[in-house]
């Protein structure tokens, strides 16, 4: 096993085990925003419609876009801190350990909180908005029970002056629901990410560097093999698997 698959696993096993436990509450309450998101946006389309048959002149859909765009760039802002701060584990910890570790982990950390606040201001006049409308865009989307409780869900968390966290470990379980509904968003990110870096890779020449460590099909395969079992048994499934590999190699060449 190389070096560098060792100290991603000693980071998974110790502090990165911790750091992920502790942002998972920022990956849920942002999958429950962006669900609600979902259906201000729809809301947004309809009423533009309707304003526009009953030629209306002050625009309630402007006034969402606007709070909708508000909320949309916060909750961005905070989603791309949990992905720095995810990023930076396996960038500092495994490999490049940052020159001031002290002073670059609280950093990311001020950052994370400074965009938090943030989002809970804008969420907070936003789902006022929702409230103040909300049989209005029930009626017009004939929404449903899930989406219902969704939307009742964030209003009654961002009402008060401090979110209300209690109020929305009520709703976590809606949180799987909106995780089906977005996979094709999140794979189409994943295979474009990929496919760039991919790319950059060979015509930077940077490719050759995975070349010797030895990173090809089959060092994959061994590696999604090996991480089906605990991570006691990783190194010794991983080791047994690209030794059967290489052993098959040897006889192939002799061959």
């Given at each position: 096993?190389?070096?560098?698959?060792?100290?991603i696993?000693?980071?998974?096993?110790?502090?990165?085990?911790?750091?992920?436990?502790n942002?998972?509450?920022?990956l849920?309450l942002?999958l429950?925003?962006?669900?609600?998101?979902?259906?201000?946006?729809?809301?947004?389309?309809?009423?533009?419609?309707e304003e526009?048959?009953?030629?209306?002149?002050r625009?309630?859909?402007?006034?969402?876009?606007k709070?909708?765009?508000?909320?949309r760039?916060d909750?961005?802002?905070?989603?791309?801190?949990?992905?720095?701060?995810?990023?930076?584990?396996?960038?500092?910890?495994?490999?490049?350990?940052?020159?001031e570790?002290?002073?670059?982990?609280?950093?990311?950390?001020?950052?994370l909180?400074n965009?938090?606040?943030?989002?809970?201001?804008?969420?907070?006049?936003?789902?006022?908005?929702?409230k103040?409308?909300?049989k209005?865009?029930?009626?017009?989307?004939?929404?449903?029970?899930?989406?219902?409780?969704?939307?009742?869900?964030l209003?009654?968390?961002?009402?008060?002056?401090?979110?209300?966290?209690?109020?929305?470990t009520?709703?976590?379980?809606?949180?799987a629901?909106?995780?089906?509904?977005?996979?094709?968003?999140?794979?189409?990110?994943?295979?474009?990410?990929?496919?760039?870096?991919g790319?950059f890779?060979?015509?930077?020449?940077?490719?050759?560097?995975?070349h010797?460590?030895g990173?090809?099909r089959?060092?994959?395969r061994?590696?999604?093999?090996a991480a089906?079992?605990g991570?006691?048994?990783?190194?010794?499934?991983?080791?047994?698997?690209?030794?059967k590999?290489?052993?098959?190699?040897?006889?192939?060449?002799?061959?």
């Amino acid at each position: 096993m190389h070096e560098l698959d060792k100290a991603i696993f000693e980071v998974f096993t110790g502090s990165g085990g911790t750091l992920t436990a502790n942002l998972k509450p920022y990956l849920s309450l942002v999958l429950e925003v962006y669900g609600a998101f979902k259906i201000i946006h729809r809301f947004i389309q309809w009423r533009k419609k309707e304003e526009e048959r009953r030629n209306l002149k002050r625009s309630l859909a402007l006034t969402f876009q606007k709070k909708l765009d508000r909320a949309r760039n916060d909750l961005e802002k905070l989603a791309d801190d949990v992905s720095y701060a995810f990023g930076a584990l396996f960038i500092y910890s495994v490999a490049i350990p940052p020159f001031e570790p002290k002073e670059k982990a609280r950093d990311i950390i001020k950052q994370l909180e400074n965009d938090y606040i943030e989002m809970t201001k804008s969420m907070k006049e936003l789902m006022m908005l929702v409230k103040k409308h909300e049989k209005m865009i029930v009626s017009a989307l004939e929404l449903y029970g899930t989406q219902i409780l969704l939307l009742e869900g964030l209003i009654e968390a961002f009402e008060k002056e401090k979110l209300d966290i209690e109020a929305l470990t009520d709703y976590l379980p809606l949180i799987a629901q909106e995780m089906q509904k977005t996979e094709k968003e999140r794979k189409a990110f994943s295979r474009e990410l990929s496919k760039g870096i991919g790319k950059f890779n060979s015509t930077s020449g940077l490719i050759v560097i995975n070349h010797a460590l030895g990173i090809n099909r089959r060092y994959k395969r061994c590696f999604k093999k090996a991480a089906r079992h605990g991570f006691k048994e990783f190194s010794q499934k991983f080791n047994e698997c690209r030794f059967k590999v290489t052993l098959r190699n040897v006889k192939k060449n002799k061959s």
